[in-house]
């Protein structure tokens, strides 16, 4: 089955990040097609707007400074060179293996924020879907860009610390990230769109180009802010298969806008072993409003599954074909449990219990269901509530790693989407195949342990490899 929790049985998620002055469209719901089951997408996009610089006669200062001819040949160049690279395939981080501890700080600094970010977007009641990989990778982005306080901030807000090799350890998250073939499709894309007239710093595009594959690409926003948004929308439809459309709300960018970052993840696989759709069957479902109707996957079979005794509750995987990646679900012993759950978990906590879990028969049923975007999750407040302020004051905002300080570079905004759904493995037949031949052996003498997900309930998609969190959701209410 396509498994799908976070990057879609499809996930899309989208990141808007806008500088200088109120953000047009902020609350906008961007159109998405239904996606197909099976599949996730996730979509970040971070724009930079300059708060413009007066001069004491109150002129707004150039873009760019120096000799007319050098800054004619320079634009000239970078224009040459950002035509090239939107011709061109987008290049791809070369798959170099980062050492284990810089691999395990990468993981592990995604996790954490996972567990902080699902925390302070959870007070809010309803289902929820993000995906804290591709809200790090965008801002490990950002990071190359930005200097002092700005930096820190950025760094402690997503758990780097003192990561040595940071950016190389996302490279070669990322390389394996999109070099995965086995059973599944994981493709990572990355790319800027800046404005023309602004020089961007060469070590910051040489940075975003080769580590995070983001070429550079030049567009008229000054004076088509319109016709390089639907440019924009396009490209982010395009990498993610069509799933979303329309990310860039009308108003999204402007004439005042310097930069769009955009980092796109698609993610489609099948279970390892499918559930059988003759085998679904109508069932409640206990969600704090009330009973809902459902349609109820069942399967027998092996499943790693641990109890989390400390925290009241139950975890199993369930690993998509090749197991090299992984949803696990995590069940609170009570049907109301969830709320207490959430407030108490850590990402130590978590990593302990999946580590615990070991082979056990179970009688698993879980549910059909989808999580579909409404408006997109605007994460300004959310990141200065873990203590990223500076990067959203256009008074101390350093991003001169970027450009020049003249162009007042900062964050207005930071939004997020996602879609997933999950439902039964590849076609019914295949499925009948793969349990009749199951079914020639001696069945168990032991009967089943109950895994029966009929109430609230956390789920995550990992690399099973790094241990990193790639989707994390609740479902609170299948309606």
Known sequence: MHG???????????????????????????????????????????????????????????????????????????????????????????????????????????????????RALG?????????????????????????????????????????????????????????????????????????????????FLETTKSTFAAPLELLDFANASGPARTHINGWVAEQTHDKIKDLLPSGGVTGETKLVLVNAVYFKAKWAEPFQASATADAPFHAASGDAPVKMMTRTDSYRLATAKDASARVLELPYEGGEYA???????????????????????????????????????VPRFRIEPGEAIALRSTLESLGMTTAFDPAKADFTGMAAKDQGIVISEAFHKAFVAVDEAGTEAAAATAVSMKGTGMPPSDPPVPFIADHPFLFLVRDTKTGAILFMGRLADPK
């Open 4 to 118: 799908i929790p976070t990057m879609t049985d499809l996930v899309a998620i989208a990141f808007f990040a806008r500088g200088g002055g109120r953000v047009a469209g902020r609350g906008t719901t961007s159109s998405m097609s239904r996606a197909r089951r099976r599949l996730f997408v996730s979509c970040f996009v971070a724009s930079f707007a300059s708060i413009a610089c007066a001069s004491e006669s109150g002129e707004t200062q150039p873009a760019v400074k120096g000799n007319t001819e050098t800054k004619t040949q320079a634009k000239a160049d970078a224009k040459a060179d950002a035509k090239a690279d939107a011709k061109a395939p987008d290049s791809k981080p070369t798959p170099v293996e980062p050492s284990p501890d810089t691999a395990q700080a990468v993981a592990s600094s995604i996790n954490a924020f996972a567990i902080d970010l699902h």
């Open 123 to 203: 007070a809010k009641p309803g289902n929820l879907f993000v995906s804290p990989a591709s809200i790090s990778i965008a801002f490990a982005m950002t990071h190359a860009g930005a200097k002092g306080a700005t930096a820190q901030e950025i760094a402690k807000t997503f758990h780097w610390g003192d990561t040595p090799a940071l950016h190389e350890g996302f490279a070669g998250v990322l390389a394996r990230w999109d070099g995965a073939k086995s059973g599944l499709e994981l493709d990572v894309a990355n790319r800027l769109f800046g404005e023309k007239t602004v020089r961007f710093a060469p070590a």
């Open 327 to 365: 949803m696990v679900v995590v069940l609170p012993d009570e049907a109301q449990g969830l709320a207490e759950l959430e407030s108490s978990i850590t990402a130590e906590a978590l990593q302990s219990w999946i580590t615990d879990a070991t082979p056990t028969r179970v009688e698993l049923k």
